[in-house]
């Protein structure tokens, strides 16, 4: 999916599982009693969407789950989190993300603060997977984007990262979180944008439409986390 805020579950990238997971594509169901769709405030609507494990997941991952999304959008703000939830007898490990694309019409002309002085991961610097990642620090207190990106930012929600887009005459704040049953936990952020050149490869891009997105995505991507019978995972960004 290309657009929107598709979400990743139970794995980012690398593994058995088609990449992003199965969530982004499963048939989801609206909630109702307490979760239906509802006014908050005058001008702010609450509408909940929720997937549990079936036959068909248990197929290709053997855990039993439920993830509830809960959107809430108004005139100016937007708020989306995904609870995981382990409805099993035993623990699995997981990855979560909400894949926001931003849309804006000229990324020469958008910055990005709040990440100076945060570790990164750069998935497009090759080493030896023995030796696991490089970690590298982000040393600019304002990001530009001039190629293809692909960094995980770790622990990114202590402050918030501002996204300004010059051509749009738009700012963004965004606040992001992790958390484990009432506990904060690391959470990171990907930034991702394809590039010309791998813009051109993928099927389902455009050959120019990198130039006018960019994807700012929180969760756990750097590694996997574990949740136990029970307990809830949430991921939040507003």
């Not at 904060?184 to 952020?189: E, G, R, S």
């Not at 996997?224 to 949430?234: A, D, I, K, Q, R």
Request: net charge negative.
């Amino acid at each position: 999916l290309r657009g929107g805020v598709p979400v990743v579950f139970p794995q980012f990238a690398n593994g058995p599982l088609p990449s992003h997971g199965f969530a982004r594509t499963a048939k989801w169901e609206l909630c109702d009693g307490d979760l239906a769709p509802h006014l908050v405030e005058e001008d702010l609507v609450q509408v909940a969407l929720k997937l549990k494990s079936s036959k068909e997941t248990m197929k290709i991952w053997p855990h039993k789950f439920e993830l509830v999304h809960m959107i809430r959008f108004g005139a100016s703000e937007l708020e989306t989190s995904m609870n995981i939830k382990n409805t099993g007898t035993d623990a699995f490990e997981f990855q979560a993300l909400l894949h926001t694309y931003f849309k804006m019409r000229d990324l020469n002309q958008v910055s990005i603060e709040g990440l100076e002085g945060l570790r990164l991961i750069d998935k497009l610097y090759h080493v030896d997977p023995e030796d696991g990642p490089q970690i590298f620090v982000e040393k600019a207190d304002t990001v530009k984007i001039s190629s293809e990106t692909d960094n995980i930012y770790m622990d990114a929600g202590q402050r918030p990262i501002v996204l300004t887009s010059k051509a749009d005459n738009t700012k963004i704040e965004l606040q992001m979180a992790l958390c484990r049953g009432d506990e904060m936990t690391q959470c990171d952020a990907v930034m991702w944008n394809p590039g010309m050149d791998k813009s051109r490869r993928l099927k389902d891009f455009g050959d120019s439409e990198y130039s006018g997105m960019l994807c700012i995505e929180p969760g756990n991507a750097s590694r996997m986390e574990s949740c136990e019978p029970g307990e809830v995972w949430t991921v939040t960004q507003n």
